[in-house]
């Protein structure tokens, strides 16, 4: 589309010269561009910012190290040996790519506040893109952020191999697409930091106390057990588990125990499917994200 405008900004007038102003179409190359720019807006704001990689490692760590060597004597009798800081391991795996992925989408009311995300909105590209961007960016940071916890396995007795490298590392990158993906379609309607930051909170903590990461999912309470089959993260935390477990040298009553899977009713949920339901989860929040920011102002 093209617009002739008279350069002093006036009225058109006859023999006036003109500016043609050229706003390019929409396409499939167009849009894809708008996805890298705010897929690499997300990685400059996270590489420029050391002081948030740190203080995004303290509370995983004090999980691991002070948590898992405090309760150590405790538990002894029922991790069948196994070190605690071994078995919650796999959960802080997951820990720290939630809370790093929730800070990403925080940075959605940031813009708001200070009008940068108007000025997203009003390019000419779907919001769509936006918020694939941003979910893209938020998913990479947090993945990368948890690369550091999975390079610290040798201090909790897990050996390294490609396949648990890989595997930890696509199994975080899809839990922190899920994660980003909610905590975009949360930002949508909040406008003050402070406020997201508050229902984060409130719904990140109870799913990860809830999700067996710091605790075998075997005999549990009839409504805990509820309540950890409705939680989403308990599907991040069992196939991650299933993973670092298979790396270990552990007997058979031993894995039966710590890592006996989900079950529905009896009926022991395939590793597959528990990976599915995570993804499934993270499209339905990503398309309820972008039909917010689609039907908003």
């Not at 009798?77 to 802080?92: E, N, Q, R, V, W």
């Not at 009003?122 to 990479?140: E, H, L, M, N």
């Amino acid at each position: 589309m093209s617009v002739s405008v008279p350069a002093d900004g006036g009225a058109p007038r006859s023999g006036s010269p003109v500016v043609q102003v050229h706003v390019p179409g929409r396409s499939f190359r167009s849009e894809l561009r708008a996805v890298k720019v705010v897929w690499r807006r997300e990685l400059i704001r996270f590489r420029s910012d050391r002081l948030r990689i740190v203080t995004q490692l303290v509370q995983p760590l004090l999980f691991l190290f002070v948590l898992g060597s405090g309760l150590q004597q405790l538990s002894a009798a029922s991790t069948h040996g196994l070190d605690l800081k071994t078995f919650i391991y796999p959960g802080i795996l997951c820990i720290s790519v939630m809370f790093t992925a929730m800070f990403s989408a925080a940075s959605i009311v940031w813009d708001r506040e200070f009008g940068f995300l108007r000025e997203m909105m009003v390019a000419p590209v779907r919001r769509s893109s936006i918020v694939i961007g941003k979910c893209c960016g938020g998913a990479t940071v947090a993945a990368s952020q948890g690369l550091i916890l999975l390079a610290l396995a040798w201090a909790v007795d897990v050996p390294y191999s490609v396949t648990l490298v890989l595997g930890v590392f696509a199994l975080q990158l899809l839990l922190a697409f899920s994660i980003t993906a909610f905590g975009v379609m949360v930002a949508a309607r909040i406008k003050q930091i402070q406020s997201f930051m508050g229902v984060m909170q409130l719904v990140m903590m109870p799913m990860f106390f809830i999700s067996g990461a710091l605790f075998p999912v075997t005999d549990l309470p009839g409504w805990l057990a509820v309540l950890n089959r409705l939680d989403p993260l308990t599907y991040a935390v069992s196939p991650m588990r299933s993973l670092v477990f298979a790396h270990l040298d552990l007997t058979q009553s031993a894995e039966a125990a710590l890592n006996p899977g989900i079950t529905w009713f009896g009926w022991t949920v395939p590793v597959a499917l528990e990976i599915f339901m995570v993804f499934a989860l993270g499209m339905v929040m990503l398309g309820i994200a972008i039909w917010e920011f689609s039907a908003g102002d």
